[in-house]
């Protein structure tokens, strides 16, 4: 199937140009999956509310207790004015901070974790709901990457806003009621002031700072991309010495993200350096205002003591606000690019209301079709052909006269822009995928294989066979022996992409793997083409007997493989110029004729 991916590289990535949404877009996008543990959310936020509670009252206890230490030094009753009580309750309510608080964790995890497994997960399958024309533009390793930041930034947005956010928001209003009930307003002024202030600069600064991030997070996905590319196509880079080559582009890469990085982090010190300003400001003046009142009488040393363990108390998670708020900032941007992937525009659907295929006799029938992957270069103008039941039709014609699109058309990895394709009389847009594809069993030109064991790529075709069934099929294709040779049999391993099988040893997996699934129909995309010629005609044999009683489309570029066919298409620039029996057409001289004696020159064999 190589015939047209350059077409479609032409075609701008949807991607790239989708806006990015607004935050609070993005937030919405979250809250269904949330929804579900709602009755956890409930649940955790009783228990933040406590744990806040807890720690709001440990300054005031420890406010009574240093008022209550107004003894004399050395005096013999010093012990027995020590409140044994209140030294015990500041004990368990710092004890209470941390229960309530690993409590809530405990409640929330679930939840955590089970939004991100759904969004992982429904993000999956919508990838392999994408069409191929998505598959053959994106870039694995940069994309591996935009998913894996996203699921990261589903666990961080929920801790931190439920951890941290709304944790550092009760306490601080918890905080600000005592201050301006039990003293003067100035001191809930002050801290209100010092907040409004901090939360401003944070914000602003890092929305100014959030595009260096971002630039860095391109950077970082591209310079993946870059080094996952070069490694699979290790064989490649390794053909043409190009291995220094492939270092300096990387190197390029690194270096953009280097210089990146660094502007970041000079960015991020000065946001840290402001942040203490305001924090340390606001201390000061708290402090001197508190020294000022125990100095007059209207204080107590324990206020003193009271107001210095508030400041700490709320310096510490604000001191972290910043961060998390750069943390949440970058979160939404990293989900935000996940969601762009979710709504990515299925090219191929089911139809509302789709039923399943119905395949009576295995009729096959083209009408009309015209196709194009890109609007500028059609492909396919009007071709029309039928496969009766159980019977083979084989496609032959020159490379790019859009053979291999045919394959794809029915297999419906791209929907058609004119004409109809039937099967059985049920045109088949209007079925479901999932039915139509179950009934197509497709032996491709170029054999992909995964990084598994043979057997598991054999069983493939129909996950759960059985071991004997497995052995049966590979029997079939002819490479049961080969596989029994090796030390491991069908444990061995076969590389990533099925490297280490030569290109007949994964076409015969490919048959072995069609075998197993058994369909009604038959697809063979050039399914010889890796193979030598003695392997060839044992192979074409047992295509034969695997293509016999049911409907089969063969493309071919060798026309001796063809012979045998019910019927013989001959396409040309995306037209037919001619079809009929290979007799028939040789009898008639023309196109077909014309290819034969040319093949015929080359392959006296």
């Given at each position: 199937m190589h015939g047209h991916a350059a077409g479609l590289?032409?075609?701008?990535?949807?991607?790239?140009?989708?806006?990015?949404?607004?935050?609070?877009?993005?937030l919405a996008r979250l809250l269904p999956y949330l929804w579900r543990y709602r009755w956890r959310v409930g649940a955790a936020l009783v228990f933040l509310i406590g744990a806040k509670l807890a720690n709001v009252g440990v300054p005031l206890l420890l406010k009574r207790l240093v008022d209550a230490l107004s003894v004399k030094p050395g005096d013999p009753a010093a012990l027995l004015v020590v409140p044994v009580g209140l030294v015990v309750a500041y004990g368990a309510l710092r004890l209470s901070t941390s229960l309530f608080t690993e409590l809530r964790e405990l409640i929330f995890a679930k939840a955590t974790e089970g939004t991100a497994r759904s969004i992982s997960l429904q993000v999956f399958r919508h990838l392999h709901a994408l069409s191929l024309r998505f598959h053959l533009e994106r870039q694995t390793g940069g994309m591996s990457r935009d998913i894996e930041r996203g699921t990261r930034a589903v666990q961080s947005l929920i801790s931190y806003t439920v951890y941290n956010v709304l944790p550092t928001l009760i306490?601080?209003?918890?905080?600000?009621?005592?201050?301006?009930?039990?003293?003067?307003?100035?001191f809930a002024w002050i801290t209100l002031a010092a907040?409004?202030?901090?939360?401003?600069?944070?914000?602003?600064?890092?929305?100014?700072?959030?595009?260096?991030?971002?630039?860095?997070?391109?950077?970082?996905?591209?310079?993946?991309?870059r080094a996952i590319d070069a490694l699979l196509?290790?064989?490649?880079?390794?053909?043409?010495?190009?291995?220094?080559?492939?270092?300096?582009?990387?190197?390029?890469?690194?270096?953009?993200?280097?210089?990146?990085?660094?502007?970041?982090?000079?960015?991020?010190?000065?946001?840290?350096t402001g942040q203490q300003l305001i924090i340390a400001t606001a201390l000061v003046a708290m402090l001197w205002r508190a020294t000022l009142g125990v100095a007059q009488g209207r204080l107590t040393l324990g206020d003193l003591v009271m107001i210095n363990a508030f400041m700490i108390q709320l310096y510490i998670p604000l001191n972290f606000l910043g961060v998390i708020?750069?943390?949440?900032?970058?979160?939404?941007?990293?989900?935000?690019?996940?969601?762009?992937?979710?709504?990515?525009?299925?090219?191929?659907?089911?139809?509302?209301?789709?039923?399943?295929?119905?395949?009576?006799?295995?009729?096959?029938?083209?009408?009309?079709?015209?196709f194009a992957y890109d609007p500028d270069r059609p492909i396919l103008h009007d071709v029309s052909f039928e496969i009766p039941p159980g019977k083979t039709v084989a496609v032959v014609g020159p490379s790019g006269a859009g053979k291999s699109t045919l394959a794809r058309l029915l297999y419906r990895f791209y929907d058609i822009q004119q004409?109809?394709?039937?099967?059985?009389?049920?045109?088949?847009?209007?079925?479901?995928?999932?039915?139509?594809?179950?009934?197509?069993?497709?032996?491709?030109?170029?054999?992909?294989?995964?990084?598994?064991?043979?057997?598991?790529n054999i069983a493939y075709g129909r996950p759960g066979a059985s071991h004997d069934e497995v052995v049966a099929a590979a029997s079939a294709a002819h490479i049961h022996a080969f596989i029994a040779?090796?030390?491991?049999?069908?444990?061995?391993?076969?590389?990533?992409?099925?490297?280490?099988?030569?290109?007949?040893?994964?076409?015969?997996?490919?048959?072995?793997?069609?075998?197993?699934?058994?369909?009604?129909?038959?697809?063979?995309?050039?399914?010889?083409?890796?193979?030598?010629?003695?392997?060839?005609?044992?192979?074409?044999?047992?295509?034969?007997?695997?293509?016999?009683?049911?409907?089969?489309?063969?493309?071919?570029?060798?026309?001796?493989?063809?012979?045998?066919?019910?019927?013989?298409?001959?396409?040309?620039?995306?037209?037919?110029?001619?079809r009929g029996p290979h007799a028939e057409l040789l009898a008639r001289g023309g196109r077909y004729a014309q290819m034969w004696r040319l093949q015929a020159r080359h392959e006296p064999d």
């Open positions: 590289t032409r075609l701008p990535p949807a991607a790239a140009t989708a806006a990015p949404r607004s935050d609070w877009g993005t306490e601080v209003t918890l905080v600000l009621a005592l201050l301006a009930i039990k003293f003067d307003a100035w907040l409004v202030l901090y939360i401003a600069f944070t914000i602003t600064f890092t929305e100014w700072r959030t595009k260096f991030r971002r630039h860095m997070n391109e950077l970082d996905s591209a310079a993946h991309s196509n290790y064989e490649t880079v390794k053909y043409f010495n190009n291995e220094e080559f492939e270092a300096r582009r990387y190197d390029e890469n690194l270096e953009k993200l280097r210089r990146a990085a660094l502007k970041s982090q000079s960015t991020l010190s000065l946001l840290n708020y750069r943390e949440i900032k970058q979160g939404l941007t990293d989900l935000d690019k996940m969601f762009t992937l979710l709504d990515r525009n299925r090219e191929v659907d089911d139809a509302p209301g789709a039923q399943p295929l119905q395949v009576r006799f295995g009729a096959v029938r083209f009408e009309q079709v015209s004409g109809a394709i039937t099967i059985d009389g049920q045109e088949i847009r209007s079925v479901t995928q999932a039915s139509l594809r179950a009934a197509i069993g497709i032996v491709p030109q170029d054999t992909v294989l995964f990084n598994d064991t043979v057997e598991y040779a090796t030390p491991k049999g069908y444990e061995t391993m076969v590389g990533e992409r099925g490297l280490k099988l030569s290109g007949g040893e994964k076409q015969r997996v490919a048959i072995a793997r069609t075998l197993l699934k058994n369909p009604p129909l038959l697809i063979f995309d050039e399914a010889t083409s890796a193979l030598d010629s003695a392997n060839e005609r044992a192979i074409q044999a047992e295509l034969k007997r695997l293509s016999q009683g049911k409907t089969a489309l063969v493309i071919a570029h060798r026309l001796s493989t063809v012979v045998d066919a019910h019927e013989i298409v001959v396409l040309e620039a995306g037209r037919v110029v001619e």
